[in-house]
Each structure stands twice: as C-alpha cells, then as structure tokens.
C-alpha cells in the first residue's frame, strides 16, 4: 500500500510540474489613433510591457518585456505581436506560469525618435495603462493614443536654459542636431555681476538630461541652502546626454559625431558668453557620478588644458582590462567568466549577484530596432556606439556577439582609444603635469556594477607614477554602493574651496 501511496505522489508532483511550467502566449494587436497618425513614423520598435505591480507605468518597470520591429507597418492595419513568432524577442515570459488567475497590467510603446536612442524620447507614442487577468494564452488590443513630450526647464529667476544648434554634429548627421544646457547662478550672481566665479559642468548620469536640474530646485533643503551667503558662489551647469544610441559621454565618436568637439568649441562658450565667465580665470571644473563620474574624468583626460578639475563618483569602468569583471582584450566572452559561470553584472553591497551579464544583454537586445543591443538605448548599446567603430551599414560595430556574448577581438581593440588608463599609461611624460591637482575620483568598495575594480587598478598605476608623482585623490569608501556618496552640495563646495585656493 504504501508503494502506492509514494507512487500516487510522485504522479502527482510530475502532473504538478507540467502544469506549473505551462507556456503562456501573447497576441497582442497594435494600432495607432487617429489623433497621433501624423506623428507616426516607420521603422521603430514596438515593446510590450507586463508587470504585477501598479505603483508606476508599466513602461517604466516591468517584469517582462516583448520587442519586435514590424516591418512595413503604417500604424493603421493592426500589427499583431505574436509571441509564438520565433522572430520576436521577450524576456520574462517563462517565469509567469506560476502566476496564472493573477491581475497583471499591460502597455505598448512605440520607439521611432531616431535622434534618441532611448525608449522614453520625445516623440515616441505609447498606449493608455491597462489590465487583465492571465491565462495561458491571451489576446489584447491596445492603441497608441499617447506622445511623449519634451521635458522643459523650469521657469526660475536663477536658471537660465541654453540650447543651440550645432554645426558639427549636424554636418555630421545631414540634419539639425541641438545642444541643451541649463545653468543654476549662485545666489549672488545678480548682486556682482562682475565677480569672478568658477563654473562647474555636471555630467549626468546614463541618458541623463539637462532637466534634472528641475530635481534639484525642487529640493527645499537644497534651495534653502542655496540662497544664502553660506553656499559657494559656483555657476553649476547641467549638461544633457541626449544621442541616437543613447548617451554620447560626450566625447567625439565615429557613431555619435564630434560631441566632445562641439561640447567645447561650441556649447561651453556659448553658455560662458552668457554667464560672463571667462576662460583666462582657469576655474572650469568638471563633476558627475556613474556615467556622469566617467564623463567627468574622461573629458579632463582628453581635454588636460581646457579644464581645471574634475570631481568624479563611482564612474563607469575606466580600465578595459576590467570592464566590470570583462577584460575586453583577452576573455573570449562576456556571458561566461573563465570559470565556466555565468558572469554578473550588478551585485548587492554584500556581493550578492542580482542580475547576470547575459540577461542585461538580452534585455538590451529587446530594447533595439535591429534585434541586438546596437540601438538599444541601454548602457552597452551606449559603450559600444561611443567606444567603437563604425560599421559598413552606418551602425555601430558590434564588439560582442549578442546572443552568445563571445568577444571580436579586432572591434575590442579598438576600444583602446578610450581606455583611459591606457592613455595615461601611453602618455604620463605630457598628462602627467597637466593634470596635477586636478584629479579627485571616489567610488565604493562594493560598487554595485563592480566599477570599483578598475579605479582600483587606475589608482595602482597613478600610485607608481614618476616624473611627475600623480597627486590625484583617490579614495574608497568599504560596503558602500554605487554613487552612495554622491551629494551636490560636497561637490559644490569641494569645488568653491579649490577655486578660493587658487
């Protein structure tokens, strides 16, 4: 009886099992409203969203994901997303078996700003929030009704908002192409115009834009401090990373054009006309954390002469023998370390790995008109188009595989024009002088996107460093994360207090 019993539960289990891992499948039809049709554009990319929680859109965070580029759509026909069609790419759908009967939400955007590689662009259009219980097999319908607006820039008395077109980068594009600023004055600007104040230029964060200065004046504690005669007079410039493949790093690129070249040749003095800063008072600083940390660095590496000081948080891996865990030169891919295990790309301050490089670059690949992370808008579709070659169709290079993660070594090595640890290891005897005190780097110990590891290693070479000895401040903080310590105002004043020494 009791071989039975153990028989009966073992039937049970395996029945169980299959049942649990039942695959669901999604058709959902997609038109565009009439009131957006003249908004429409071919060619972009369609990205389903699906997610249990409701506190924010689904296009803002979603459990699972569907992307496919439909191909000679005018918006009117109904486009069926189909995930039984082996051309389309999802992530997330196998593990929603388990949830059957549970309320999911739902939304579609349409990606087709192709100035902007990022999904939440102006000008992209999306449908109205919506819900539904799962089954196995679900039909939806949704509409895109919705466009994606310009963010402005606050209306302020002490911000003022910079755009200009750029002769550069619209030669280099065959199209006008804008550059954006925004600038927040010290609270005595317009009491002494005629002071000599250090202008700092803020980099954002990944596809960070000019706006985020609305966040900052919106800080009451911010403000507060602010407008008083204890905060430091420093003109604070927030610079915008808007590109085609996501954020340039501002720097000149054979995908993104000559960024860094209008950066300097044509922004920055464009806003230094307006603010009255001139370039003869040498008090042009740099600051930004994570992408905006290695932006900082990287333009006071490339450009020694024309800034004066960089303030630089958690930034992106500034070493490509340590690209996270990767060394791009010799590993052979970027899914699996030398092990055999499948590599991490984000980790918990306590070492925990959260999110495997293979999935990150999945996830991309969904995200990207052409099925991989080139026009993904993501964070190596942005490496990739910055740092590498351009291809015999017009788009970046790709120096991985997307599917398989192995590495094309001839792409990766010319990578080594941006390793900034390389260029100063190829050229310490004329960057040496000119980047004495200049350079200040933070990041913690427990960098969540294991950056850390290649400040380690920069800091090793500018520690042996001779004629001259590097006096950059490096420092670590042990069990912190990314950015943690990143703080506006220690920046500002860390910035006022090299400018009063000067």
């Not at 000599?196 to 004046?217: D, E, V």
């Not at 942005?382 to 015999?392: D, E, I, T």
């Not at 004629?467 to 004043?493: C, R, Y």
């Amino acid at each position: 009886m009791k071989k039975y019993f153990y028989f009966f539960i073992i039937c049970f289990c395996i029945v169980h099992n299959i049942i649990a891992q039942k695959t669901i499948y999604f058709k959902v039809g997609v038109t565009v409203a009439k009131e957006v049709q003249s908004s429409f554009v071919k060619g972009g990319r369609l990205i389903f969203h699906f997610t249990k929680q409701n506190e924010k859109e689904p296009r803002n965070r979603s459990e699972v994901i569907v992307g496919v580029t439909p191909q000679d759509w005018n918006g009117v026909k109904t486009f069926i997303i189909n995930t039984e069609n082996k051309n389309i790419l999802s992530n997330g759908i196998d593990k929603l078996s388990s949830h059957l009967s549970e309320k999911y939400y739902y939304q579609v955007v349409y990606k087709q700003n192709i100035d902007d590689g990022v999904e939440g662009a102006a000008g992209n259009l999306y449908s109205e929030v919506d819900s539904v219980i799962l089954s196995s097999s679900l039909s939806l319908n949704v509409q895109l009704k919705k466009i994606i607006t310009e963010q402005t820039i606050i209306k302020h008395d002490f911000v003022k908002s910079v755009i200009i077109q750029s002769k550069y980068l619209s030669d280099f594009f065959g199209r006008p192409r804008y550059l954006k600023a925004a600038v927040l004055l010290p609270s005595g600007y317009y009491e002494h115009p005629e002071k000599k104040y250090p202008i700092c230029y803020r980099a954002p964060g990944l596809n960070g834009r000019c706006s985020a200065i609305n966040a900052l004046i919106a800080k009451k504690d911010f403000t507060d401090w602010w407008f008083t005669k204890a905060a430091p007079q420093v003109i604070y410039v927030f610079l915008d990373s808007q590109g085609p493949y996501g954020d340039t790093y501002q720097i000149d690129s054979e995908n993104n054009g000559p960024c860094g070249t209008a950066l300097t040749e044509e922004l920055i003095p464009e806003i230094e006309k307006q603010v009255h800063y001139k370039s003869e008072n040498k008090m042009r600083y740099l600051a930004g954390a994570s992408t905006g940390g290695w932006v900082a660095f990287g333009l006071q590496v490339l450009y020694p002469d024309f800034f004066d000081g960089t303030w630089s948080y958690s930034p992106d891996p500034v070493d490509f023998t340590h690209y996270g865990l990767i060394n791009i030169y010799s590993d052979e891919t970027i899914f699996y370390n030398h092990f055999g295990y499948l590599q991490p790309g984000k980790r918990t301050i306590y070492g925990e790995p959260t999110f495997s490089m293979k999935d990150w670059i999945a996830g991309e690949n969904i995200n990207s008109i052409t099925n991989d992370y080139r026009v993904s808008g993501g964070q190596f579709g942005a490496y990739n188009a910055v740092f590498g070659p351009r291809g015999k169709d017009g788009l970046p290079s790709l120096m991985f595989d997307p599917y398989s993660g192995k590495i094309d070594h001839d792409i990766a090595v010319q990578w080594e024009k941006y390793d900034l640890k390389k260029i100063l290891e190829k050229n310490w005897s004329v960057l040496g002088t000119k980047l004495q005190g200049k350079i200040w780097i933070w990041t913690g110990d427990m960098d969540g996107l294991y950056s850390n590891i290649a400040t380690r290693f920069l800091k090793m070479f500018l520690d042996k460093t001779e004629n001259p000895k590097s006096d950059a401040k490096i420092s670590f903080t042990p069990m912190a994360g990314h950015t943690q310590e990143w703080s506006d105002k220690a920046v500002l004043m860390m910035i006022a207090e090299k400018a009063a020494n000067k």
